[in-house]
């Protein structure tokens, strides 16, 4: 309740606890989380209600955006990598690795690669993911999962962490299962 509650209070945003984060105005919606310096992957839903709408972009740290125009191109700088459909929820996966031997990105929209090793800017860790939207645009179920470097073999993540999972909705109580 307090994350959703979180939401509601912003009057530039629509929280109505049906698992939809909507904007009313140009807004930013930044998801924080432990600063990552080695691997994570971000995965969100979007959705453009109309054609037409203003710009909006997804900036993970300091080192990457992508751009969403009003008619639902996908850019990542100035080459346009998919098309977001009108009305239709569109699945964005980010895996981001920004270890030296790395220093990437890949990108699937529904299941599709449309990016793979694409170049990251700043060097610096990662401690948040923003969604700059507007206007008939929509977000739902924004996660962000580490892979933290581990000591005995680094290329092979041992354990996963969930550092961010929003759902825009008040989750239900397991009492009764």
């Given amino acids: 309740r307090a994350k959703l509650g979180h939401w509601q209070e912003r009057p530039d945003l629509v929280a109505r606890g049906d698992g ?5 105005t140009q807004a930013e919606a ?18 453009r209600a109309s054609d037409s709408l203003a710009p909006v972009a997804i900036r993970i740290g300091d080192g990457l955006t992508l751009a969403i125009d009003g008619q639902g191109r996908l850019r990542s700088g100035e080459d346009v990598v998919g098309t977001l459909p009108l009305a239709t929820w569109t699945e964005l996966r980010i895996e981001v690795a ?10 699937t929209m529904d299941g599709q690669p449309v990016i793979r090793a694409g170049a990251l800017g700043a060097a610096a860790d990662v ?8 206007e008939g645009w929509e977000i739902s179920d924004v996660w962000v999962q580490s892979y933290p470097r ?9 354990a996963m ?16 299962f």
């Fill in 20 to 24: 939809v984060l909507g904007f009313r």
């Fill in 98 to 107: 920004l270890d030296a031997e790395a220093r990437c990105y890949t990108l």
């Fill in 30 to 47: 930044d998801f924080r989380f432990a600063s990552q310096d080695w691997r994570f992957l971000v995965r969100l839903q979007v959705r």
């Fill in 127 to 134: 401690d948040r993911m923003t969604f700059v939207g507007s």
């Fill in 150 to 158: 581990t000591t005995a073999h680094h290329q092979v993540p041992l």
């Fill in 161 to 176: 962490t969930t550092v961010s999972d929003e759902t825009f909705r008040v989750r239900p109580t397991p009492s009764g």
